[in-house]
């Protein structure tokens, strides 16, 4: 079975602090995923990588960036966390598209972080 | 706006009952859908997933079906059980090789005993 490990399960920070998420796939996944969910907004996207030192703006990218230095590892960096970034972050990996139409994703088990 | 709707938000049923869970989305254009299981304060499960060009997909107990013409997506549970309590999310690709996902809002299952 894959395994998507992220290193933490719950963080507490200060505001202002850079807080670093780490996430881990064993079954060679080309594409990884991070999202945020929050009550009532849902899941929803913030970055995505199809291969090493590439990566893609999500639909709410503003306040974070990533580095994909290993095919296996992909980082979420708060560069100065806010209180408006408490949430659940999820990271995601799947298989590169072929002509299939698509792949199953595979999701870690979160790291709720709180900004105080 | 492409979007994913879910109704209801949270739904009860006795155990052993045959149940329906709704996914309705806004652009009958789609590349894939799927449906994902969430456990309190976990991560998410993919149970199914439909390709565009498939009707539906089944999986044990699972049955999930697709009607692009209509935007809807449902997935049949049968036979429910205690274990089945959980939240249950729809996500929809819109376009094709991107990877992106629209996720609705989910439905919470209670099964009672």
């Known amino acids: 079975d894959v395994k998507v490990t992220q290193s933490s399960r719950y963080l507490v920070k200060r505001t202002g602090e850079k807080v670093f998420l780490e996430c881990v796939q064993d079954m060679d996944h080309e594409n990884m995923f991070w999202y945020r969910q929050d009550p009532g907004l849902g899941l929803r996207l913030i970055y995505f990588?199809?291969?090493?030192?590439?990566?893609e703006k999500g639909d709410i990218p503003e306040g974070y960036s990533v580095s994909r230095e290993k095919k296996e590892r992909f980082s979420l960096i708060l560069e100065s966390a806010s209180t408006n970034q408490t949430s659940m972050y999820l990271c995601a990996s799947s298989r590169a598209y072929g002509t299939g139409g698509g792949e199953k994703l595979f999701f870690g088990s979160g790291t709720q972080l709180s900004v105080l | 706006k492409q979007e994913v709707t879910q109704i209801p938000a949270a739904l009860s049923v006795p155990e052993g009952e045959n149940l329906v869970l709704n996914c309705s989305f806004t652009?009958?254009?789609?590349?894939?859908l799927q449906w994902f299981r969430q456990d309190p304060g976990k991560g998410l499960t993919s149970l199914l997933l439909i390709q565009s060009s498939q009707r539906e997909q089944t999986s044990g107990r699972l049955n999930a079906s697709l009607d692009k013409s209509s935007g809807r997506s449902t997935l049949y549970i049968a036979a429910s059980q205690p274990g089945d309590s959980a939240t249950y999310l729809c996500a929809v690709e819109f376009r094709s090789n991107t990877g992106k996902l629209i996720f609705g809002q989910g439905t919470t299952l209670q099964v009672k005993p």
């Open positions: 990588s199809y291969d090493v030192k590439m990566k």
């Open positions: 652009d009958s254009a789609i590349y894939n």
